[in-house]
């Protein structure tokens, strides 16, 4: 009986150890999204991480949920190359004009002060499409300091 | 005269149109590259391609991205560079709704299963998400 304890216990131990790193590392990071009035139907937007080249390194989230759209998000449709497991689990629906947008996400805590970007693309039918509305560099810097778009949104700003 | 005011209008109606046409490639056709290299660069980055033609300008292309869809895409003929990519299973929803009963019209396929677990090795877990 012992025996089985200690082995339980030991299994455990491993367990936490191992689980516990990963937890370490990430970082709950929440992004808040302004749109404009820019008085057109709900807006598309792709956040996405890039590097300090502004090449594609990840899909954050897509607002809209219809795929034959995600074209016009042209950066981040260049980077991701469209690939479904790129955004998988990080769509939910358009924003209206007018509208704010919160993100709650957990993200590895090795890309913020890493030289990294969050860069976001807008569309909206039948309106100009704007590569690049956001781009602002993923720091503890810039963290809490609204950035005002290009585009369609208003402003922009993530807090760590 | 009458002739020349509607060769000149004529001119000019192209050329608006032509302006007003976003999606169009406006490389001159001295910088064109050949359709070889387009392919050559595809396959390359894990295109299957099946076919290359001119569209708007653009070189328009027909085959299976690296992700493993059927696409259709533009690229600018001189830099080679991706103007436009649409996944063409979408357009099976494309403009068939004019031929259905408008009680079953569909709202065009999803991006992505919405309640699965992001994949992508960025982010943990499903994301929250509000809007106000």
């Known amino acids: 009986m012992k025996q089985i304890l200690s082995a339980v216990g030991l299994v455990i131990a491993l367990a936490s150890a191992l689980a516990m790193p990963a937890f370490a590392q990430a970082r709950e990071v929440t ?96 309106m100009r499409d704007h590569s690049d509305d956001i781009a602002v560099p993923l720091t503890s810097e810039s963290a809490g300091q609204p950035q005002a778009g290009r585009g369609y949104i208003q402003s922009f700003q993530y807090d760590l | 005269m009458k002739t020349k005011t509607v060769v000149l209008s004529l001119a000019l109606a192209f050329m608006s149109a032509s302006l007003l ?10 910088n064109w590259q050949p359709q070889e290299n387009l392919r050559q660069k595809l396959e390359a980055e894990g295109w299957t391609v099946y076919r290359i033609k001119v569209d708007d300008g653009c070189y328009e292309v027909k085959g299976e991205a690296p992700g493993g869809f059927r696409a259709e895409a533009s690229f600018s003929p001189a830099s080679l560079m991706l103007m436009e990519l649409e996944r063409e299973d979408d357009d099976e929803d494309n403009d068939d709704d004019r031929y259905r009963n408008n009680s079953e019209k569909r709202e065009g396929t999803p991006g992505s299963n919405p309640s699965a677990v992001p994949r992508n090795g960025i982010v943990s877990g499903r994301p929250s998400v509000t809007v106000e």
């Open chain 1, 31 to 126: 992004f808040t999204i302004e749109m404009k009035n820019y008085g057109g139907d709900g807006a598309y937007l792709a956040l996405y991480l890039a590097d300090g080249e502004g090449q594609y390194q990840g899909t954050l989230w897509v607002a809209g949920e219809k795929s034959k759209y995600y074209s016009h998000l042209s950066g981040w449709a260049r980077g991701s190359g469209l690939n479904a497991v790129e955004y998988d689990g990080l769509t939910g629906a358009s924003l209206a004009s007018g509208r704010t947008l919160k993100i709650n996400l957990d993200l590895d805590d090795a890309l913020i002060d890493s030289g990294y970007e969050i860069r976001i693309d807008t569309a909206v039918e039948d």
């Open chain 2, 21 to 30: 046409a976003d999606d169009d490639c406006n490389d001159p056709m001295t």
